[in-house]
């Protein structure tokens, strides 16, 4: 079993940045795929970015491919989103999530896929 747990959410301005990390513990988690997710009010989870294991692919949903960059320091346990030039649509609680199958590549962009997820964290973003 690992546990994730989201950090670093919060209130920011548009075109402000955020920082978001996903620290596991209960096991390594460095042959895992690691994604991304969010969800906001009223609306379905969505995949936002995702990992494979040793960092060397990674992908992105299109809204925020050059402002997002998904990264990973398996020394540490942890997994970072960040985020800049924030728009009021990013305003979603943001889920980490990890995908046990063993170093599996290319990283899935299906919620299905990951077996282990964090609670979440808020990100607000004012227009």
């Known amino acids: 079993q690992v546990q994730l747990v989201e950090s670093g959410g919060g209130l920011v301005q548009s075109g402000g940045s955020l920082r978001l990390s996903c620290a596991a513990s209960?096991?390594?988690?460095?042959?895992?795929?690691m994604g991304w997710f969010r969800q906001a009010p009223g609306k379905e989870r969505e995949f936002v970015a995702a990992?494979?294991?040793?960092?060397?692919?990674?992908y992105y949903t299109h809204s925020v491919k050059g402002r997002f960059t998904i990264s990973r320091d398996n020394v540490k346990n942890t997994v970072y989103l960040g985020m800049n030039s924030l728009k009021a649509e990013d305003t979603a609680v943001y889920y980490c999530a990890a995908d046990r199958t063993w170093r599996i590549s290319p990283p899935s962009t299906l919620s299905s896929a990951y077996e282990y997820w964090g609670q979440g964290t808020q990100v607000t973003v004012s227009s």
């Open positions: 209960g096991r390594t988690i460095s042959g895992d795929a």
């Open positions: 990992i494979t294991w040793n960092g060397g692919t990674t």
